[in-house]
């Protein structure tokens, strides 16, 4: 049998919550697209609507609008991309982006109109009537050729829809910074072909749509693990994504208005950027611990009744007979084997079984000092590890023991009493043997008196 790698497990698995999250933002940023493309869209085709709409929004052209209106379409159906129906109205929606987008830049490159610019609306005011910015048409065609690829198996076509994802981001973000810093040669050709407002904003949600689609099977899918590599990723993110802007932004601003001369302005922004960055990374070193810690106490504690798992009592007991050897001491095993269980779970009920183990576990917990192992072993198997210089300390835990079973089983809030069988071993300071040989001369034991217990109930 193939060795399965477990560590490589969690962080290939999606948070599931999170992934609830991002496909109700995914609708959020889907509707705010079909409300600004229809808005802009019907005020082209009703001038009227336009009439009553401030002109800012008439600066996305009415192509653009159709194919914000297309791709947010061919995005919203992804979700039924198994029905055929739906396939083919996504691939229309893409063919179509591709065909009204390349016009566009059939146009800027050989100056040539099509007539597909002005087919929606005449737009007579402007001297390039329809026709939509080179950076808008670029994203629409990178667009429409990653929706063009459906459902792809081959990992040649996964890495080349992640390429296109980044693509659309890097658009988004290049006009968006345009707009930020005054550099309008990033987001407009002339005065009459730019990327609008509601163009820009579209923009960027569409692209977080499109990359949240591909991230549950692609190189994105790292976001939505529940690995520590895809926190420490989720925390990084908006610091890696904004912090440039906003301090490049804040440098602007002290300079334009007089706090600080240019040279002033740079070295402060780079304080500032070592600063961040410094904490940032403490942070993010304090946090992986945080997690480390906890992943490693969930592998080593049982789910249900919060003390040592199988694997956990093991690891540590081994160690512990190991450090007994070492001070020329003893480690006693105790291990318990509950009565009962099956019929609980038969009369009661499995949540009535639960309770069962968690209140044996407890007990357990309560009796035993902090210094002692204890640990379920198996579904009602528990066993302590304990080391004692005073031979007769286990037999004073096991007598402190049946006092706390017995006040338990006083009680009327419980439907079941707890019963159980235990058997002993004491490892010898000197000796060679392991502690799982340890553990089984504890389990014969207490397989000795169950049986005892057994016989002596069948004869009465």
């Known amino acids: ?60 052209k009415a192509n653009s609008a159709l194919c914000m209106m297309l791709g947010a379409v061919a995005l919203a159906v992804t979700q039924f991309r198994y029905n055929i129906l739906w396939k083919r109205v996504k691939q229309a929606c893409a063919a179509l982006l591709i065909i009204i987008a390349s016009s566009a830049l059939w146009a800027y490159a050989g100056g040539q109109v099509t007539g597909i610019e002005t087919l929606l609306a005449a737009d007579a005011a402007s001297p390039l009537p329809g026709r939509m910015s080179v950076q808008a048409a670029i994203y629409f065609v990178i667009l429409g050729l990653s929706l063009c690829i459906s459902r792809p198996r081959d990992k040649k076509f996964v890495h080349l829809v992640d390429v296109l994802s980044i693509l659309l981001a890097a658009i ?15 987001f407009a050709e002339s005065h009459f072909t730019r990327v609008a407002p509601a163009t820009l904003l579209c923009m960027v949600l569409l692209a977080f749509v499109r990359v949240g689609h591909s991230a549950q099977h692609s190189f994105f899918s790292v976001l939505i693990g529940i690995g520590i590599g ?20 804040l440098r602007g601003y002290v300079t334009g208005s007089g706090l600080l001369t240019p040279p002033y302005a740079a070295a402060m922004t780079a304080v500032l950027t070592s600063i961040l960055l ?42 512990a007979l190991r450090e007994a050897r070492r001070s020329k001491s003893s480690l006693t095993t105790l291990f318990f084997d509950l009565d009962g269980l099956k019929q609980v779970n038969d009369r009661y009920g499995h949540e009535a079984g639960s309770s069962f183990l968690q ?62 069988s235990v058997g002993d071993s004491t490892s010898d300071p000197l000796g060679s043997e392991s502690f799982t040989d340890l553990l089984r001369r504890a389990d014969v034991v207490m397989y000795a008196a169950k049986s005892a217990k057994k016989a002596q109930v069948q004869a009465s």
């Open 230 to 249: 895809s926190r420490t990723a989720r925390f990084f993110l908006p610091f890696a994504l904004f912090m440039p802007f906003s301090l490049v932004l």
């Open 359 to 420: 209140d044996f576990a407890s007990v357990l917990r309560a009796n035993f000092r902090d210094a002692d192992i204890v640990g379920r072993v198996g579904g009602d198997e528990f066993a302590v590890a304990m080391r004692s210089s005073n031979p007769t300390a286990s037999r004073t835990a096991l007598q402190r023991l049946d006092e706390a079973v017995a006040d338990i089983n006083l009680r009327r809030d419980r439907s079941y009493v707890i019963r159980f």
């Open 172 to 186: 988004a973000l290049i006009v968006l910074a345009g707009y930020c810093f005054g550099a309008e040669q990033l």
């Open 278 to 319: 410094f904490g940032v990374t403490l942070w993010t070193a304090w946090r992986i611990n945080d997690l480390e810690r906890d992943l490693r106490d969930m592998s080593l504690t049982d789910e249900l009744t919060q003390i040592y798992n199988r694997r956990g009592f093991y690891l540590l007991g081994e160690q």
């Open 1 to 60: 049998m193939a060795r399965v790698d477990q560590a490589a497990i969690p962080s290939v698995r999606p948070d599931i919550g999170l992934l609830g999250r991002l496909l109700t933002a995914q609708k959020y940023a889907l509707s705010i697209v079909f409300f600004v493309s229809g808005v802009v869209l019907l005020a082209w085709l009703i001038p009227l609507i336009g009439e009553l709409l401030p002109s800012i929004w008439l600066m996305m």
